[in-house]
């Protein structure tokens, strides 16, 4: 029987809106319960053993990046193949055939550098390495599966996987370590919660298909140059991580105790600008992989981003003292004119974010190296110059975000006036190319022989004429 979630793409017919309405508060619970996760963990475990957990989890962090992008890799190929149930089938049997191969060898990775993560960090054991290895080998099935939903747009059920890995993580945490187990417990739940996610996913993803294939039957199925895309989009992904964060570290660097502390409560509220609208770019990708009119899909999605952040920079500026008190408390007033600069920071990389994607859907890495351009930019200015204040520093990071911002809607721009040039090629162009690839499929189809290397060699054909065509109508 084959699973639901391989039928047509459950939005196409909707409204985005109404995606968005129901899959906002959802993602908004399961950060909040990763909130509650770290809240609860640092009261049970102590300021020593909550410091062994943060690296641990940070490190767990710096794992998922390629998760990540994974996830909108095999979201976009997903979306490219919504009108042929088989492909979809075959893709999503030899990524999962990959991705759990992928996890085994993380987490025997990381379980052989458990003596060295050890005695760095100073666990006292290697048991905690041995979870946090534990706690990594889900982490590319959790993407694949989460993609998936994502390709053939299944927000609700993609918004409850994440919750139920929140859940699940809370849960487990808190009565492991109730019981005695200390850190290696904490880090325990995080295997958990992502091992429930992953079994809840598959009850929807079942791709079903044949099994006794080999190794090289599963590698022909993968869309050729997945991973190629999945390495150019780690790379952005991470890129814009390190942005993120990097200001954080330097006003640390450079700053006094007090003065790095104003703002690091600053770089907060940059955060929940960054974070908050998320669910936009979540539920839009697929829409921007086989949208004919992604202009406006992007300009729609850039407008909701764009208000919710003039919202909280408007709410910043309003009241900053109010807002830096009732946040952070009353040692913290003094980073309450700088709050309006960290909301529109946060504001800024979140649309940077949008536009990534945007390129990502379109297998167009450029923005990557404007990313790193402007970590090097923001690092060397702050560095040389910029550094003596709190407001100093976060403008540096505010002006670097605003012109790598402005530069990727200036290649999203020029690539769109490509795809339009390409719309206004001889009538019927796309429509012919569309014919004789789909022709090709089913001649492939039709000539389809009983034996194992015929379907084989015939499915590859078939495969790599969807991929030939998706390329060609995402540029």
């Known amino acids: 029987m084959q699973s639901h979630a391989l039928d047509a793409p459950a ?13 906002a508060p959802l993602m908004a619970l399961g950060n909040g319960l990763n909130y509650v996760y770290n809240i609860v963990m640092a009261r049970l475990l102590g300021p020593a053993g909550y410091g062994a957990l943060g690296a641990l989890l940070a490190l767990a962090l710096i794992a998922s990046v390629p998760g990540l992008a994974l996830q909108v890799v095999v979201a976009r190929h997903t979306a490219l193949r919504a009108g042929d149930r088989r492909a979809v089938a075959e893709l999503w049997s030899a990524t999962l055939a990959g991705v759990v191969l992928a996890g085994l060898a993380l987490g025997l990775l990381v379980a052989a550098a458990s003596p060295l993560l050890a005695g760095y ?45 929140a859940a699940g993580k809370l849960a487990a945490g808190v009565a492991l370590v109730a019981l005695g187990t200390g850190v290696d417990g904490a880090i325990a739940a995080v295997a958990v919660g992502s091992l429930a996610a992953v079994l809840l996913a598959l009850v929807w993803v079942r791709p079903g298909g044949r099994s006794g294939r080999t190794a090289r039957d599963w590698a022909r199925l993968l869309p050729r140059g997945l991973g190629r895309e999945v390495a150019a989009a780690t790379g952005g992904i ?18 006094g105790a007090a003065a790095s502390g104003l703002y690091a409560a600053g770089a907060v509220v940059a955060k929940i600008a960054y974070w908050a609208p998320q669910f936009v770019v979540l539920i839009v990708f697929p829409r921007m992989v086989t949208s004919s009119d992604r202009r406006r899909l992007l300009a729609r999605s850039a407008g909701c981003m764009a208000a ?31 709050l309006p600069l960290f909301a529109a920071l946060g504001t800024c990389l979140a ?12 297998a167009d890495a450029r923005l990557t190296i404007l990313l790193v351009a402007a970590v090097g930019t923001e690092v060397a200015t702050v560095s040389a110059v910029l550094h003596r204040s709190v407001t100093e520093i976060v403008t540096v990071a505010l002006a670097v975000a605003a012109t790598l911002l402005a530069g990727g809607w ?29 022709a090709g499929l089913r001649s492939d189809e039709g000539a389809a022989g009983d034996g194992r290397s015929d379907e084989g060699s015939q499915r590859t054909k078939r495969r790599r004429a969807t991929d030939r065509l998706g390329k060609r109508e995402a540029r």
């Open 308 to 338: 919710f952040g003039a919202l909280l920079v408007a709410a910043a500026a309003a009241a900053p003292h109010l807002a830096a008190g009732v946040a952070f408390g009353q040692s913290y007033l003094a980073v309450g004119p700088t």
């Open 121 to 165: 960090l100073r666990l006292g054991s290697i048991a905690p390495a041995l979870w946090l290895a534990a706690s990594v080998a889900p982490l590319p099935a959790l993407a694949a599966v989460q993609g998936m939903l994502q390709g053939r747009e299944r927000f609700a059920l993609l918004a409850v996987v994440l919750v139920a890995a």
């Open 11 to 23: 939005a196409r017919a909707g409204s985005l809106l109404r995606a968005g309405i129901l899959v």
């Open 351 to 362: 649309l940077v974010q949008l536009v990534l994607f945007s390129g990502i859907a379109s």
């Open 410 to 438: 200036l290649l999203e721009r020029r690539r769109d006036g490509s795809e339009v040039a390409r719309s206004r090629a001889p009538a019927g162009f796309r429509e012919v190319a569309r014919s004789r690839a789909l």
């Open 238 to 255: 991470l890129g814009l991580f390190v942005l993120a964060n990097v200001d954080v570290l330097l006003a640390r660097h450079h700053l």
